[in-house]
């Protein structure tokens, strides 16, 4: 998705947490952006690749406050020593070799590495990094291919699913394309304005400045002008192309063709839960597939101030690779499993950056939910991508059984941020609900890890969510007396309001107040997260 550049403006009104408690946090004072300039500029890259760290009341970006928290919380409670947390990453694979990873990735000290034996008796040989549900597998179909496949014309979700097939295949198809023939006009439109500008490289000043000679030539500038209000060069342009055609290609090939078989090389049947030998403790997987798990574990926990690349959310944190989530929908199986597999490994936090609309064995994922529940363990999960309000419309999984109340006190669902504040302030792509959407965080345009020691901005909920862990990661490490609901509530209370009404599901003619796109109506804010946890940890303040 390409993202126009910031004109930060509105107003904000924010409730910050004022008082000290056992640990002698510093006083918070009530601030009012109002009472602020507002940034009227583009952002530069170097913010960009630290909006989401930012503080809204100094910098007028909605981020978490998560520098203004080392600075001013962290380095003044040093006296504290913080418990390291584990934070179970249920994703596409984790390059667990990138420099920036390394040296926090979970090491399962009672196994033997390579010897064949499971040491420590929990089920799962040498998972000396965590342990990889897919196997070799890489891609996979959408559930509701699946479901129609399965053939059970007496269902709901079949007649939904089937209902549904031929729109996705032929939107999928279109888009294809639509965007080899837009990448096929931008290249043409750069190789004719690189030799009338003589530079293979040039802005839109340079745009600005050029006078065509030919009809040709004038086509061509205007058409490249237009695209620099999405992107800032070229070679950007072509790459969310490429990608953009990558995206749709893998749609047509394997998530909606009926024909791919991806599990069978998996081994096992997907349909039977009890049946769970199988998986192996590759946790990396295939690298061109671990970009999404990477990318996720970074925003967590990058190593701080090593000199390199970024600095995740969470120090003190130790990230346990559960390989579960393919290119294409993920099993209700593989879930269940990978969340029990965590939380009996030590986890404390578990992030789930993934989701789908269907899912059979749902009743697999909830009992998980509620085990981790009775074991402490909070779970964060991503809200999902498609512009949804989730109170009409369910993603699974989640933690609403049957549409009654919340099954369980530790299930935190995470909508997506952009870096504006004001009505565009929630990303487009970003489901919502007043009732099944928790906290808003930051999930547009964020910088974090990839394979092969890369780096690289993604964007989703999928980014949003795994910034929420970190900050959960925190409290647990500084007051691993907290249980997992009371830590999900100081999440939820301790954010920033707006009194801002937002744009929601994408349609500029569609806003609400930002108050009514979640249940708690807030953005997360690692700052004030953790003078909220002080107060409780001392018996200061009941949730």
């Known amino acids: 998705m390409t993202i126009k550049k910031s004109m930060v403006a509105g107003a904000i009104a924010t409730t910050l947490l004022a008082g000290c408690g056992s640990t002698n946090i510093l006083l918070t004072p009530e601030e009012n952006i109002d009472s602020v300039a507002l940034k009227v500029s583009p952002l530069t ?20 406050s998560v520098d203004k928290a080392y600075t001013d919380i962290f380095n003044a409670i040093k006296e504290l020593r913080p418990t390291p947390v584990i934070v179970g ?57 699946r479901i129609i496949n399965k053939g059970d014309d007496g269902s709901a979700d079949y007649q939904r699913a089937k209902a549904e097939y031929d729109e996705k295949y032929n939107e999928a198809l279109q888009n294809k394309t639509r965007y080899e023939q837009i990448l096929q006009s931008v290249t043409q439109a750069d190789e004719l304005l690189q030799k009338e500008l003589g530079k293979e490289d040039y802005t839109l000043e340079d745009l600005k400045a050029y006078k065509p000679s030919t009809p040709e030539a004038q086509a061509a500038t205007g058409a490249m002008t ?111 499993l990978a969340i029990r597999y965590a939380v009996d490994n030590g986890a404390k936090v578990i992030n789930g950056s993934f989701g789908k609309y269907y899912s059979p064995h749902k009743q697999w994922v909830w009992d998980a939910i509620k085990y981790a529940a009775s074991k402490d363990v909070l779970i964060v999960k991503a809200a999902g991508n498609e512009s949804l309000d989730l109170d009409e419309n369910n993603v699974y999984p989640n933690d609403n059984e049957n549409n009654t109340a919340e099954i369980a006190d530790n299930f935190l669902t995470v909508g997506a941020l952009n870096y504006e504040y004001g009505p565009e302030m929630v990303a487009t792509f970003s489901n919502y609900g007043k009732d099944n959407v928790d906290v808003f965080a930051p999930g547009t345009k964020i910088w974090s890890t990839t394979p092969n020691n890369g780096y690289e901005f993604l964007q989703g909920t999928s980014m949003a969510a795994p910034a929420v862990a970190g900050v959960a990661a925190l409290i647990r490490a500084y007051f691993p007396k907290l249980k997992a609901g009371e830590v999900k509530k100081i999440i939820m209370q301790s954010g920033l309001t707006s009194t801002a009404n937002v744009i929601l599901g994408g349609n500029p003619n569609y806003k609400k107040p930002f108050a009514e796109a979640s249940k708690s109506g807030k953005m997360v804010n690692l700052y004030n997260a953790m003078i909220l946890a002080d107060k409780v940890n001392a018996g200061k303040v009941k949730l």
Do not use: C
């Not at 890259?45 to 981020?63: F, V």
């Not at 024909?259 to 769970?276: E, K, L, M, Q, Y």
């Open 45 to 64: 890259d170097t913010q960009l690749k630290h909006w989401s760290h930012d503080d809204l009341p100094a910098d007028t970006i909605p981020g978490m």
């Open 89 to 145: 990453v249920l994703d596409s694979g984790i390059d667990i070799e990138h420099e920036d990873l390394k040296n926090v990735i979970w090491t399962n000290e009672d196994e033997i590495a390579g010897n064949g034996i499971d040491d420590d008796k929990n089920g799962f040989v040498d998972d000396v990094h965590g342990w990889n549900f897919l196997g070799k597998a890489n891609n996979e179909q959408l559930e509701l291919v």
């Open 226 to 336: 237009q695209m620099f209000a999405y992107e800032d060069s070229v070679a950007d342009l072509k790459k969310e192309l490429k990608e953009g055609i990558e995206y749709f290609t893998d749609q047509l090939n394997y998530n909606l063709n009926k024909d791919f078989d991806g599990r069978s090389i998996v081994g096992d049947d997907p349909d039977d839960i009890t049946d769970t030998d199988y998986g192996d403790n590759n946790v990396i997987g295939d690298r061109e597939h671990a970009k999404h798990g990477t990318h996720v574990a970074g925003i967590i926990a990058a190593q701080r101030n090593n000199g390199i690349g970024m600095n995740g959310v969470a120090d003190h944190v130790k990230i346990m690779p559960v390989r579960t989530v393919p290119n294409g929908d993920e099993y209700d199986k593989d879930v269940a």
